[in-house]
């Protein structure tokens, strides 16, 4: 686990801030060269993932916030101080911000809403991809404690290990987040490989849905939970707890959307074509 990854000088820089910082650039780059091939200019590109990017971090932290209540009563301030750490995120809560401000934006501006959806949406995959390594090297969003061989311990002054958490110090995790992150790069070659076959405008965006809803929903099960949870499908065999999450809720919202969009946007093609015919 490496917080600080390197200073430059006496400035330390953060491995989750660096992390999320070079998925935002390489996210950004994809998305104009994606978006050029739909017919729209750079500019318009950047200026709308400028806007992605201050939504996917406010998002984040909103999400966080609501979830995690108790820990800011007293000091609401700190809400809005992400400067003091960034474990304090929630990147469903940020996709899903984000989604929303690009599609009001590419509204407003009277775009081509679903190629450019098409063409933006990868970005996200590999976001996750990126950042969710981050995550492993900050030593957040860790998994359950777990007997298999594949569990990781981290070092002793590890927020996993933190007497809020009721962790043992030194207890094997679940990696949750190389987890996420193999799965946002999977979630990338689908997306790409898909891309280069014959689809509907917006096909791209509802299978990014679909795969995060899905993927997001198993990989929570490994995930270590620190409030509440819903009493709706029983228990959770990997993580040793009743009910589903929040995020598993909204993971089965992100799928089920995934599967109504993609039905009308393919019925209203089909539609289309045959009304012109």
Same mark, same amino acid.
């Given at each position: 686990? *490496?917080?600080?990854?390197?200073?430059?000088?006496?400035?330390?820089?953060?491995?989750? #801030? &660096?992390? &999320?910082?070079?998925?935002?650039?390489?996210? +950004?780059?994809?998305?104009?060269?994606?978006?050029? =091939?739909?017919?729209?200019?750079?500019?318009?590109?950047?200026?709308?993932?400028?806007?992605?990017?201050?939504?996917?971090?406010?998002?984040?932290?909103?999400?966080?916030?609501?979830? *995690?209540?108790?820990?800011?009563?007293?000091?609401?301030?700190?809400?809005?101080?992400?400067?003091? !750490?960034?474990?304090?995120? $929630?990147?469903?809560?940020?996709?899903?911000?984000?989604?929303?401000?690009?599609?009001?934006?590419?509204?407003? =501006?009277?775009?081509?809403?679903?190629?450019?959806?098409?063409?933006?949406?990868?970005?996200?995959?590999?976001?996750?991809?990126?950042?969710?390594?981050?995550?492993?090297?900050? !030593?957040?969003?860790?998994?359950?404690?777990?007997?298999?061989?594949?569990?990781?311990?981290?070092?002793?002054?590890?927020?996993?290990?933190?007497?809020?958490?009721?962790?043992?110090?030194?207890?094997?995790?679940?990696?949750?987040? +190389?987890? $996420? $992150?193999?799965?946002?790069?999977?979630?990338?070659?689908? &997306? @790409?490989?898909?891309?280069? %076959? =014959?689809?509907?405008?917006?096909?791209?965006?509802?299978?990014?849905?679909?795969?995060?809803?899905?993927? %997001? /929903?198993?990989?929570?099960? /490994? %995930?270590? /939970?620190? *409030?509440?949870?819903?009493? @709706?499908?029983?228990?959770?065999?990997?993580? !040793?707890?009743? #009910?589903?999450?929040?995020?598993?809720?909204?993971?089965?919202?992100?799928?089920?959307?995934?599967?109504?969009?993609?039905?009308?946007?393919?019925? %209203?093609?089909?539609?289309?074509? $045959? #009304?012109?015919?």
């Amino acid at each position: 686990m *490496h917080p600080v990854i390197f200073r430059i000088g006496t400035l330390p820089i953060n491995s989750y #801030g &660096l992390m &999320l910082a070079i998925s935002f650039m390489l996210g +950004l780059w994809l998305a104009a060269k994606r978006g050029e =091939r739909a017919g729209v200019e750079r500019s318009s590109v950047y200026d709308l993932g400028i806007r992605i990017m201050i939504a996917a971090i406010v998002g984040s932290r909103l999400f966080y916030v609501v979830t *995690h209540l108790s820990e800011f009563q007293g000091r609401w301030l700190d809400v809005i101080a992400i400067w003091k !750490g960034l474990y304090g995120l $929630s990147m469903l809560g940020g996709v899903i911000l984000a989604v929303a401000v690009g599609f009001y934006t590419l509204w407003r =501006r009277k775009m081509p809403v679903w190629k450019l959806a098409d063409a933006v949406i990868p970005s996200f995959a590999l976001g996750i991809f990126i950042t969710r390594i981050g995550c492993f090297l900050n !030593g957040c969003c860790f998994g359950a404690e777990t007997s298999c061989s594949i569990g990781v311990s981290f070092p002793d002054n590890a927020m996993a290990y933190a007497e809020t958490t009721g962790l043992a110090q030194g207890a094997c995790l679940y990696p949750t987040q +190389l987890y $996420s $992150s193999l799965a946002g790069l999977f979630m990338l070659a689908v &997306l @790409l490989w898909a891309d280069r %076959r =014959r689809h509907f405008s917006g096909f791209i965006f509802c299978l990014f849905l679909g795969l995060y809803g899905t993927v %997001r /929903f198993g990989i929570e099960e /490994f %995930r270590f /939970f620190d *409030h509440e949870p819903n009493m @709706l499908f029983g228990y959770s065999v990997f993580a !040793g707890r009743p #009910g589903v999450t929040d995020n598993q809720l909204i993971s089965l919202l992100m799928l089920l959307s995934a599967l109504i969009l993609g039905v009308w946007l393919y019925s %209203r093609r089909t539609g289309i074509s $045959s #009304g012109s015919s």
